[in-house]
């Protein structure tokens, strides 16, 4: 039986975990090593945590932590220099990181032969919720698009978010931007695995084929038109999160579709807060070559 070839993004990420793994003790931030292997920025952190089954964050800190726990047994190398060795620009940041980890210090595990490590630990938090997704995109070229949209710096979907989402609209309606049917976008820059979940950028975004005048809040813009995988979801917003985790462990990572350094962005095709959640109709768009 022939064996199937391996797919675009499941050859990127083995290279991308073989590198890891070859120099733990390196220069592993993720916007360098998205360069280094060619993968957009958009979209590095989710194809590797579909690859990996949990952040590429936690992945390479418990690598750095294992090869830590051997290098104390079973080596004479100063504590200091395995920190560095492994990551850590000093001695505190690395105590501090095995410690939380652990339970217990370098030195005193290096000066207790008897205490074994617990190092397979499951990342996977709470219950995970069965979310049926249909896994079947559709293939868009989607035009440019002028915008009047606001910037919201917080976590995504929060009342900042909704907030911000009943200014614009008003703001629509007031100068007659829009018709009876308009086009709700909200596009994501960051990914809140990676930085601080109330720092995250997003602008949430309606679409417009009129001038107005712009205030301290609310701009125009033109979004720049791709190619893109639309995927659609019915459900409550609160699942967002896991339909990405789903799209790019059993779609992006399985196929041969080449991904764009330019952001996703979801539209919301019946978006009002009558809406009951189960009913909220959201297509989700990833920009390909």
């Known amino acids: ?25 390196g220069n592993l931030n993720i916007k360098v090593l998205s360069e280094r292997f060619n993968i957009s920025f958009f979209h590095f952190h989710r194809i590797m945590k ?9 992945y390479i800190n418990r690598v750095r932590l294992e090869t830590a726990i051997k290098l104390l047994r079973y080596s004479n190398e100063p504590v200091i220099e395995i920190a560095n060795n492994v990551g850590y620009s000093d001695l505190s940041s690395f105590s501090k990181a095995f410690s939380k980890e652990f339970g217990i210090s370098p030195n005193d595990f290096r000066n207790d032969k008897s205490i074994v490590l617990n190092t397979h630990i499951d ?3 709470g219950n995970e919720k069965k979310i049926i997704v249909n896994l079947k995109p559709k293939i868009i070229s989607v035009p440019d698009k002028k915008v009047c949209y606001i910037n919201v710096v917080g976590k995504y979907g929060s009342e900042v978010t909704y907030k911000a989402w009943d200014e614009l609209g008003d703001f629509a309606l007031q100068n007659k931007l829009i018709g009876w ?4 976008f909200a596009i994501y820059y960051d990914d809140p695995d990676v930085i ?3 720092l995250c950028s997003s602008d949430i975004c309606i679409v417009t084929t009129k001038n107005f005048k712009e205030d301290e809040k ?3 813009k033109t ?3 791709f190619k893109y995988l639309v995927f659609r979801y019915k459900g409550s917003y609160d699942y967002l999160w896991d339909i990405y985790n789903y799209i ?4 992006i990572l399985q196929s041969d579709y080449k991904l764009i350094d330019a952001p996703s962005f979801e539209k919301y095709l019946n978006f009002s807060h009558n809406t009951k959640p189960e009913k909220l109709l959201t297509e989700i768009y990833i920009p390909i070559e």
């Open 1 to 25: 039986m022939q064996s199937k070839t391996i797919s675009y993004y499941r050859q990127k990420s083995n290279d991308v975990l073989q590198y890891i793994n070859n120099n733990i003790g």
């Open 196 to 198: 601080d979940i109330n």
């Open 218 to 220: 609310i701009k125009s």
């Open 248 to 251: 790019y462990r059993d779609w």
């Open 50 to 58: 579909a690859a990996l089954d949990e952040p590429l964050g936690e």
């Open 223 to 225: 979004i720049k038109g």
């Open 181 to 184: 049917k308009p086009e709700l």
């Open 123 to 125: 990342y996977r938090i």
